[in-house]
């Protein structure tokens, strides 16, 4: 169902995942809501990523040594993290708030943060698919990480003593455990670490698509339209479109994913918001007879089982939205997948990038915009967004129900930086 613009009760900005799911439990509780977006449902980001439910990924991305790798990026630009010198300049004030969020007292609080975020994004998740009738699209096979030395998963144990504390439940796999978990892999992964409560889902854009049928049959509305700035109006704010029109409505909600800081600027909040941007390939079904999600996180990428093939990709490049992409990380990633998974066929592939809305403490950004309090915002989960789409959907509709949310979210405040 299509919407025309004119007054509204609740606009949301970004028709993702997460402005999705936010239109849905809106709708459940009988509000109207109009979602924007210049593309269509669930195109950007939320098509093409890993479609992992990655419930037990508490650890912020600060926690796993990444700031002391930062000169091998500029020196590897096919790594798993590189920065492109040309941005460097741009990119350096968030580099030192990502290395301000790497000590080791404010890593134990946003440790704790996501927990309370993965233990409400759970059940809100899975019971939102149930209620859309999609719940069927999730897949239950647990996921596989994947070590070249005994060395390295040492080095990976502290992360999975801060899993163990939140009861994430995992076993470090050897020989014929690990070659039954996961048959034809390179004699060069000894150990493997499985996580059986990981999720994924079928195809994700699918998963959105689904939820959005959900919403539209509640009544939610959506307008292909390209969003220009926002600013206050009497009793609630105005959006203005590309092509001159006016919206006005009571509450307006900004989930546009990698370009929300761009409109938050509008409303005086200078949000510390990077681009990653992610790289896949994925290949036709039968590619190879993957029984789980695998993760090769020394090499910054997963292998994922989809009912439209075999996607691989991950990794990160920090490059903001407008340089040119280098699918060239693509091919190097499928390059490694095959001396990894020596069987795979690489053939027939779809190459693919996505930008990943990443803030430097790894936590979205949940609340009222500062001048504001008709606009909130729900952006900023990196990687997260599918995991934690529900979750921000349950605590934008509390707030703006005049509900208690069910965990704090004083660690997701827009004005925390």
Same mark, same amino acid.
Request: glycine share 12%; net charge neutral; charged share 20%.
């Given at each position: 169902?299509?919407?025309?613009?004119?007054?509204?009760?609740?606009?949301?900005?970004?028709?993702?995942?997460?402005?999705?799911?936010? /239109?849905?439990?809106?709708?459940?509780?009988?509000?109207?809501?109009?979602?924007?977006?210049?593309?269509?449902?669930?195109?950007?980001?939320?098509?093409?990523?890993?479609?992992?439910?990655?419930?037990?990924?508490?650890?912020?991305?600060?926690?796993?040594?990444?700031?002391?790798?930062?000169?091998?990026?500029?020196?590897?630009?096919?790594?798993?993290?590189?920065?492109?010198?040309?941005?460097?300049?741009?990119?350096?004030?968030?580099?030192?708030?990502?290395?301000?969020?790497?000590?080791?007292?404010?890593?134990?609080?946003?440790?704790?943060?996501?927990?309370?975020?993965?233990?409400?994004?759970?059940?809100?998740?899975?019971?939102?698919?149930?209620?859309?009738?999609?719940?069927?699209?999730?897949?239950?096979?647990?996921?596989?990480?994947?070590?070249?030395?005994?060395?390295?998963?040492?080095?990976?144990?502290?992360?999975?003593?801060?899993?163990?504390?939140?009861?994430?439940?995992?076993?470090?796999?050897?020989?014929? /455990?690990?070659?039954?978990?996961?048959?034809?892999?390179?004699?060069?992964?000894?150990?493997?670490?499985?996580?059986?409560?990981?999720?994924?889902?079928?195809?994700?854009?699918?998963?959105?698509?689904?939820?959005?049928?959900?919403?539209?049959?509640?009544?939610?509305?959506?307008?292909?339209?390209?969003?220009?700035?926002?600013?206050?109006?009497?009793?609630?704010?105005?959006?203005?479109?590309?092509?001159?029109?006016?919206?006005?409505?009571?509450?307006?909600?900004?989930?546009?994913?990698?370009?929300?800081?761009?409109?938050?600027?509008?409303?005086?909040?200078?949000?510390?918001?990077?681009?990653?941007?992610?790289?896949?390939?994925?290949?036709?079904?039968?590619?190879?007879?993957?029984?789980?999600?695998?993760?090769?996180?020394?090499?910054?990428?997963?292998?994922?089982?989809?009912?439209?093939?075999?996607?691989?990709?991950?990794?990160?490049?920090?490059?903001?939205?407008?340089?040119?992409?280098?699918?060239?990380?693509?091919?190097?990633?499928?390059?490694?997948?095959?001396?990894?998974?020596?069987?795979?066929?690489?053939?027939?592939?779809?190459?693919?990038?996505?930008?990943?809305?990443?803030?430097?403490?790894?936590?979205?950004?949940?609340?009222?915009?500062?001048?504001?309090?008709?606009?909130?915002?729900?952006?900023?989960?990196?990687?997260?967004?599918?995991?934690?789409?529900?979750?921000?959907?349950?605590?934008?509709?509390?707030?703006?129900?005049?509900?208690?949310?069910?965990?704090?979210?004083?660690?997701?405040?827009?004005?925390?930086?």
């Amino acid at each position: 169902m299509d919407a025309s613009p004119g007054k509204q009760d609740i606009v949301v900005i970004g028709a993702g995942i997460v402005g999705i799911a936010i /239109a849905a439990l809106l709708s459940e509780v009988g509000r109207k809501v109009l979602v924007i977006d210049r593309q269509g449902i669930c195109e950007g980001a939320s098509s093409g990523n890993a479609g992992a439910l990655a419930f037990s990924d508490i650890l912020p991305m600060a926690s796993k040594g990444v700031i002391a790798k930062v000169p091998g990026w500029l020196a590897d630009p096919l790594g798993p993290f590189t920065i492109r010198p040309s941005y460097l300049p741009k990119l350096t004030p968030w580099l030192y708030r990502f290395w301000r969020a790497s000590r080791a007292d404010l890593l134990a609080k946003t440790t704790l943060a996501q927990g309370a975020m993965m233990r409400l994004a759970e059940p809100e998740m899975l019971d939102l698919m149930q209620r859309a009738g999609i719940r069927d699209m999730v897949r239950e096979d647990g996921s596989l990480e994947l070590y070249e030395s005994e060395e390295e998963l040492g080095a990976s144990l502290p992360g999975w003593e801060a899993r163990k504390q939140a009861g994430i439940a995992f076993e470090h796999l050897r020989g014929e /455990a690990l070659a039954d978990c996961q048959p034809g892999l390179a004699g060069q992964f000894v150990v493997g670490t499985f996580v059986p409560g990981w999720k994924t889902v079928s195809d994700p854009q699918r998963v959105g698509e689904g939820l959005w049928a959900y919403a539209n049959r509640l009544g939610a509305t959506f307008l292909q339209a390209e969003v220009r700035f926002i600013t206050p109006s009497a009793g609630g704010a105005a959006v203005r479109l590309a092509n001159g029109q006016h919206i006005e409505t009571a509450k307006l909600i900004v989930a546009a994913g990698a370009w929300s800081h761009r409109l938050a600027k509008d409303l005086g909040d200078t949000i510390p918001l990077e681009t990653e941007r992610g790289y896949n390939t994925t290949l036709p079904v039968g590619a190879f007879d993957l029984k789980r999600q695998l993760i090769f996180s020394g090499h910054g990428f997963v292998v994922t089982p989809l009912e439209t093939g075999v996607r691989i990709g991950g990794a990160v490049e920090l490059g903001g939205l407008d340089l040119p992409p280098n699918y060239k990380r693509s091919q190097a990633m499928l390059t490694k997948a095959k001396k990894f998974m020596p069987a795979l066929e690489t053939a027939g592939g779809k190459q693919w990038m996505g930008y990943r809305p990443s803030l430097p403490d790894s936590l979205p950004v949940i609340g009222y915009a500062r001048t504001n309090k008709n606009v909130l915002y729900a952006f900023g989960h990196g990687h997260l967004g599918l995991t934690q789409a529900a979750a921000t959907g349950r605590l934008i509709s509390d707030l703006i129900s005049g509900k208690e949310p069910p965990i704090s979210i004083d660690p997701f405040h827009p004005q925390r930086f």
